[in-house]
C-alpha cells in the first residue's frame, strides 16, 4: 500500500500521487533506475532525493517506505510536496526550453487531482459497473509525468463536462446545408435519440469555440448553418472525455474537443473516420473466431465540409454502443481496475476480488484479454494497441468473461496481411515491427503489467506469482500458435527489454503527440521481468 493512501487529505494524497507519477516517468525515461534497486535516486538542485523502497517490484512504481533529501547540510526527511517541487525545478534546469512548460502541466494536474479527490471523498463508492468505470481515473495516466492535466477549458467546463465531476450534457444540434454536410459508414446522426436528417451533433464545448471562427461565423450568417441549440437527452463524458454515452442511443459519439489532455489535443483526423468505418466491416467477419473478444466498433461518422480543410473539427465518429442498460451493466475498463483507491479507500479490483480467489481471477482475465489478442495477431496480421483504457472487461459473478476492445486510433495491420482497401487508408497499416512494439507495450507493459502491478499493491496477488502465471500462459501460447503470434509470445518470454511510450520524453519534446510523423511518440525499453520467471521455473521442474 502505497503511502499516500493512508491520509484523507486531498492535498497530501495529490502530492502522493503526483510525485509517483512523475518518479516512474523519471526512472523509466531518464535515470535508468535498476528495476530491483532497493533506493532510488534522483539529482535536485545541490544533491539527491532519495526514495527508500520496501521491495522491489519490475511492474511499477515499488511501495515507497520514506523519503529524504541530500543536500549539504545533511540527509533530512522530506514530504511529498517539496519532494514534487524539487524534481520539477530540476526538469526546469536540465531542459530551458520545455521543462517549464511541463512543470506547470505538473503543478496543474497536481491541482486538479487535489479537487477532484477533495470532491470524491465526500461521496458514496460507485457500483461495479460501466459508467463508474469510465468515472474512476482520478488520477489519470499511471506512467504520465501530467496524468490529469487538461489544457484549454476552463474549471467550470471541467466540472460540467468531465467524467471527473460525473458530467453530463446534451449535444448541440445544428441544421446543416446538405452540400456541406458529409457523412460515412453505415451510421448516421439521424440514428441518434431526438436527431433527424440534416442535422449535425457537436459536443457544447466545441461548439462554443468553433462559431468563434471567421468561416463559421459566415455559415450561420448566410443560413448554411442554424444552431437549433441543445437536443435530446444527457450524455455522460467517458474516460477519454471527448466519447459521450447515453444508455438510450444504440451508439456513442467520439467528437473533436479542443482540449490538450495529456500528449495532445484531441481531434478527430480524416483516416480516423476511414479507418473506423473499414474495420468496423472487416471485424464483422472475424466475430467469434477468436473467443470471448468483442469490438466495440466506429462504424459510421459526419462532419461539416469547409473549403480547404481536411478536417473542419466538426468531426464525430458515431461508435457502437453495447452497454445499453441505465449504468451500462457489469463491465468495467481496465484503467478503471489498475487505478489506485482514493485515500484509505479499497480500490475497485479489490471491491471486485472480494470472496474471489485472485490467482483464479487472474487466470480468467489471461483467458480473454490477453490470449484472442495473440491469436487474433496470429491469424490476421491485426494488432490492437490494446491499452488499459482500450479494455473494457464484461464480468458475470465476478469474473471475466468477455474482453471488449475499443478506439479506432488502435489499429495496426500488418502490411503484408493488409487488403489493398485497408492499405490505401493512412496510418494504418504498418510494417511489422512497428505492429509487435505497440502491441507489445500496450498489451503486455501498459495493460497485464498495471494489473499485475495493481494485484500486488492491492496484496491480492504477489507479482511474483502473477508474472509466472503470465508466463506459463505466454508460453502454451508459443506453443499453440503456428506463426508470428506464437513467434511473439517466446520473444516476450526470452527478450531483456520490452518497448515502451516515453510520456516524459514526448512532454520534453515540445510537441504535441497527434503531430509527429505517424503520431509516434519517442519510444524507451523497459526491463522484462518474464526471462527470470522463466528461469525460475526451469530451475523449480528440474529440482
Not at 141 to 159: D, F, Q, T, V
Request: hydrophobic residues 45%; aromatic residues 6%; charged residues 20%.
Amino acid at each position: 500500500m502505497s503511502l499516500h493512501h493512508r491520509s484523507e487529505s486531498a492535498a497530501e494524497i495529490a502530492d502522493w500521487a503526483s510525485l509517483s507519477a512523475l518518479m516512474i516517468c523519471l526512472a523509466r525515461e531518464l535515470a535508468a533506475v535498476p528495476p530491483k534497486a532497493p533506493i532510488w535516486r534522483f539529482p535536485v538542485a545541490g544533491g539527491w532525493l532519495e526514495a527508500s523502497m520496501t521491495r522491489p517490484l519490475a511492474s511499477g512504481l515499488p511501495p515507497i517506505a520514506a523519503l529524504s533529501h541530500q543536500d549539504d547540510r545533511g540527509v533530512h526527511p522530506i514530504s511529498p510536496g517539496p519532494a514534487l517541487a524539487l524534481l520539477t525545478d530540476q526538469l526546469c534546469t536540465d531542459h530551458p526550453m520545455t521543462g517549464p512548460e511541463l512543470a506547470r502541466r505538473i503543478r496543474a494536474s497536481r491541482a486538479r487531482i487535489t479537487r477532484i479527490v477533495a470532491a470524491r471523498l465526500h461521496e458514496p463508492a460507485d457500483p461495479l459497473d460501466f459508467l463508474a468505470g469510465e468515472q474512476a481515473l482520478i488520477f489519470g495516466h499511471w506512467m504520465h509525468p501530467a496524468p490529469k492535466y487538461l489544457g484549454g477549458i476552463s474549471e467550470a467546463e471541467e466540472r460540467r463536462l468531465t467524467p471527473d465531476w460525473r458530467g453530463g450534457t446534451q449535444l448541440t444540434a445544428l441544421k446543416v446545408q446538405s452540400d456541406l454536410l458529409e457523412t460515412g459508414g453505415t451510421a448516421a446522426p439521424a440514428d441518434l435519440p431526438a436527431f433527424g436528417p440534416g442535422l449535425l451533433p457537436v459536443h457544447p464545448l466545441s461548439w462554443d469555440r468553433l462559431q468563434r471562427r471567421p468561416e463559421v461565423q459566415a455559415l450561420l450568417a448566410s443560413g448554411a448553418i442554424r444552431d437549433l441549440g441543445p437536443r435530446g437527452p444527457i450524455w455522460h463524458a467517458t474516460s477519454s472525455v471527448r466519447t459521450l454515452w447515453c444508455p438510450e442511443s444504440p451508439f456513442m459519439v467520439k467528437v473533436s474537443l479542443p482540449v490538450v489532455i495529456t500528449n495532445s489535443e484531441r481531434l478527430n483526423k480524416r483516416h480516423e473516420l476511414l479507418a473506423g468505418v473499414a474495420m468496423a466491416q472487416h471485424l464483422a467477419s472475424l466475430s467469434g473466431r477468436f473467443g470471448a473478444l468483442g469490438f466495440v466498433t466506429d462504424p459510421g461518422w459526419a462532419t461539416l465540409r469547409l473549403p480547404g480543410q481536411a478536417e473542419s473539427g466538426f468531426e464525430v465518429i458515431l461508435r457502437d454502443n453495447p452497454y445499453r442498460s441505465p449504468r451500462g451493466g457489469a463491465v468495467v475498463q481496465l484503467a478503471a481496475l489498475a487505478a489506485p483507491g482514493v485515500g484509505t479507500r479499497p480500490t475497485l479490483l479489490a471491491r471486485l476480488l472480494t470472496g474471489q480467489e485472485a490467482r483464479r481471477w487472474f487466470d480468467a482475465y489471461l483467458d480473454v484479454a490477453l490470449a484472442p489478442l495473440l491469436r487474433l495477431y496470429d491469424a490476421t496480421g491485426i494488432a490492437f494497441e490494446a491499452h488499459q483504457q482500450n479494455v473494457l472487461l464484461a464480468l458475470k459473478d465476478g469474473l471475466p468473461v468477455r474482453a471488449d476492445l475499443r478506439d479506432n486510433q488502435g489499429f495496426y495491420v500488418v502490411e503484408d496481411r493488409a487488403s489493398p482497401a485497408l492499405r490505401a487508408i493512412p496510418q494504418l497499416t504498418y510494417p511489422r515491427a512497428e505492429a509487435e512494439a505497440a502491441l507489445a507495450y500496450t498489451l503486455l507493459v501498459n495493460q497485464v503489467f498495471g494489473l499485475i502491478h495493481r494485484l500486488d499493491r492491492d496484496g491480492l496477488l504477489p507479482e511474483a506469482c502473477a508474472m509466472s502465471a503470465l508466463a506459463e500462459r505466454l508460453a502454451a501460447l508459443a506453443a499453440e500458435l503456428p506463426g508470428a503470434g506464437g513467434q511473439l509470445a517466446a520473444a516476450w518470454l526470452r527478450d531483456r527489454v520490452l518497448p515502451a511510450k516515453g510520456n516524459l520524453l514526448t512532454q520534453l519534446g515540445g510537441v504535441d503527440e497527434l503531430l509527429l510523423p505517424g503520431e509516434t511518440p519517442p519510444a524507451i525499453q523497459v526491463h522484462n521481468p518474464l526471462p527470470e520467471r522463466m528461469r525460475a521455473r526451469r530451475l523449480s521442474d528440474v529440482a
